[in-house]
């Protein structure tokens, strides 16, 4: 995960802040060019939180410093501003999906659905390998951003931490496995051609020292030792 250049994160919204009055507000530190102001999708109320990119990213560089001095209001509520976390992987569910630990014992995959999708968005999937940890799948990467700005839940009675879900690496292939990825090795190539051509020269040489018998004492043989009576003339 890394920070957007001019993206910077707004929570702790009213619920009656509009994207518009949002983009009013900060359009006093800057030019901006975009405001992202998530809702649920059922009641289509405000989630209180969202992102706005400003054109310069030095406008919102000032906007996050000035924060940590003096907070920002709107609507009547104090905003938690920091700066936006974006995923730089290509890979959209990486951009979308959490990392959790701490759980609790007994916490389990609807407990996980259930709490994040009211505090946060909603869930795509829940996946809970061992206890005391899990991953959590947003429909929205917006979500997933959300969850890890605000870093830390309280669930069943457990302070559990947020993390970005890391891609996981390919271990790297061993030399064995390279040799039948890749084939043979050209060094062992070489001596087969060597020891095949050795081999077929002696046959040759064999072959001319002692020719092969002809085709009708072949048969006069194999009829004499496998069959127990003569081949009618044909």
Do not use: W
Not at 32 to 49: A, G, I, M, Q, T
Not at 60 to 78: M, T, W
């Amino acid at each position: 995960m890394s920070s957007s250049s001019g993206d910077i994160f707004v929570g702790n919204l009213s619920l009656f802040t509009t994207s518009y009055g949002l983009s009013l507000y900060f359009s006093q530190f800057g030019v901006v060019s975009s405001v992202r102001l998530l809702h649920h999708r059922d009641s289509l109320k405000s989630r209180r939180y969202g992102f706005v990119t400003f054109q310069n990213a030095r406008d919102a560089e000032k906007v996050v410093f000035e924060a940590s001095a003096v907070k920002h209001y709107l609507d009547g509520h104090a905003l938690d501003v920091k700066r936006a976390v974006r995923s730089v992987s290509a890979n959209d569910e990486v951009d979308r999906k959490i990392f959790v630990h701490g759980l609790c014992d007994g916490v389990d995959e609807g407990v996980l659905k259930k709490h994040f999708e009211a505090a946060v968005g909603q869930v795509e999937g829940v996946v809970v390998p061992k206890s005391g940890y899990a991953f959590v799948t947003f429909v929205m990467a917006d979500a997933a951003a959300f969850a890890i700005q605000t870093g830390s839940y309280s669930i069943n009675g457990c302070e559990v931490r947020v993390k970005a879900a890391k891609p996981r690496k390919r271990q790297p292939t061993s030399p064995s496995n390279a040799v039948g990825l890749l084939g043979p090795h050209p060094f062992e190539m070489y001596y087969f051609n060597v020891f095949y051509s050795q081999a077929m020269s002696q046959q040759l040489t064999l072959q001319q020292k002692s020719p092969l018998p002809t085709a009708a004492a072949a048969r006069s043989s194999y009829s004499a030792r496998f069959i127990p009576y003569p081949l009618k003339n044909e």
